[in-house]
């Protein structure tokens, strides 16, 4: 190993550099109390709570969360920004709404079973999604972090997408409130994978406009415009991750649907 | 919650870059993360030093898995240090320590593969 050759260093403007004093105000230990509150804890896989009866419930219990580098598929970064226009709502406002009704601004056919208490750190909720062929999906979320700016997603295995899905607000450049979904996602299998190529791409942008067109309705926004961002950070696969393909939500839940039949046959019979 | 300014310098040490992160890392890093990447160059080696990272969020963690993703296209290796018990229990819940290696110091992080 040779001596420090070359250093490059890149900073905030007015920020001082790193071996400053004034740089070490805050010892690791110290910040980490900062943030501690808004992290969910650690856990090895995910407990779902009570779900309503209707729900299909099947995919997030037992499983472990995943996160892009767990997935199959090309790595793709994606960002649906909306600017709130002569909206008064502050940043945490927009956020605290976001988290009470959640639901309420996704497409219709789509449902989210999260715990009534809202959206908090560690909360594990269920999600039906409408597929193509009348299929519902089931398949969860992992509320991984959530402050009174932001919240993300980390999504289960057999999930369509192994990824960190983070929902924040911020007051942008001319000093408009503007809510924000960044998604940084791998598919998690080679079905899932085509899929994304045949439709999946254009269903989830739709799902992520629909979701901010509504966002934006609710504060009185007339004709929001929302921006598409979509970045391949990685296009190679990750072949080694083909074996995902066993959790695949999809597959699973069109087996539940399915046997469905089979299974109100056998509760309506009496037991010997 | 975001406070302290974020700083990101780089060291090279040989076929090893060492990224030394200060500060807060969550969304308004990411310019200046890409900036430290560019300067990172080609190494077979990038190491993280998280000893004076002061706040990280969710937006900060996803920056660190975008920098995964370039690093796996540049085929180098990637290792931290300097993580507090807290930080390496977030590394393990959002799983990125499956993929990045942790060390304690920067003698083990920077030692030759």
Not at chain 1, 51 to 70: D, F, K, M, Y
Not at chain 1, 145 to 160: C, K, L, N, Q
Not at chain 2, 19 to 41: H, M, T
């Amino acid at each position: 190993m040779t001596d420090e050759a070359t250093t490059a260093g890149v900073h905030k403007e007015g920020s001082q550099m790193i071996n400053d004093e004034s740089n070490k105000e805050a010892s690791p230990s110290e910040a980490a109390a900062r943030d501690a509150a808004y992290w969910a804890n650690l856990t090895r896989s995910l407990e779902l709570g009570e779900v309503p009866p209707e729900a299909r419930n099947i995919n997030v219990s037992g499983r472990r969360q995943t996160s892009p580098l767990q997935g199959f598929g090309r790595m793709w970064q994606k960002s649906y920004l909306v600017v709130l226009s002569g909206v008064e709502a502050t940043p945490q406002e927009v956020i605290a709404t976001w988290k009470e009704e959640f639901q309420s601004f996704w497409p219709e056919g789509n449902h989210y079973y999260g715990p009534l208490t809202g959206i908090a750190p560690g909360d594990v909720a269920l999600l039906n999604l409408s597929m193509p062929g009348k299929l519902t999906m089931s398949t969860g979320v992992l509320v991984l972090y959530a402050d009174e700016e932001s919240f993300t997603f980390m999504t289960p295995e057999g999930h369509m997408f192994a990824a960190f899905i983070t929902f924040s607000a911020f007051k942008d450049k001319d000093g408009n409130t503007a809510a924000k979904v960044h998604v940084l996602l791998r598919s998690n299998d080679p079905v899932f994978e085509i899929a994304l190529g045949l439709f999946g791409h254009r269903k989830e942008n739709r799902f992520w406009t629909h979701t901010m067109t509504a966002l934006a309705s609710h504060f009185g926004v007339k004709n929001p415009t929302v921006d598409i961002q979509l970045v391949c950070v990685d296009r190679r696969r990750q072949w080694r991750n083909a074996g995902n393909l066993r959790y695949n939500s999809a597959l699973r839940s069109a087996a539940y649907m399915v046997a469905s039949p089979v299974r109100a046959l056998r509760k309506k019979s009496p037991r010997r | 919650m975001a406070a302290n300014g974020f700083v990101a310098d780089v060291r090279h040490m040989g076929e090893v870059a060492v990224v030394d992160l200060a500060g807060d890392l969550d969304g308004s890093a990411e310019r200046l993360l890409d900036k430290a990447w560019e300067a990172v160059g080609d190494v077979s080696v990038v190491v993280l030093n998280f000893s004076a990272a002061s706040y990280i969020n969710s937006t900060g963690i996803a920056l660190i898995v975008g920098l995964l993703g370039r690093a796996r296209v540049k085929k180098m290796l990637v290792r931290a240090y300097g993580l507090t018990d807290h930080y390496r229990e977030i590394f393990e819940i959002t799983r990125l320590s499956d993929f990045i290696e942790m060390h304690h110091n920067e003698e083990q992080a920077t030692a030759r593969p």
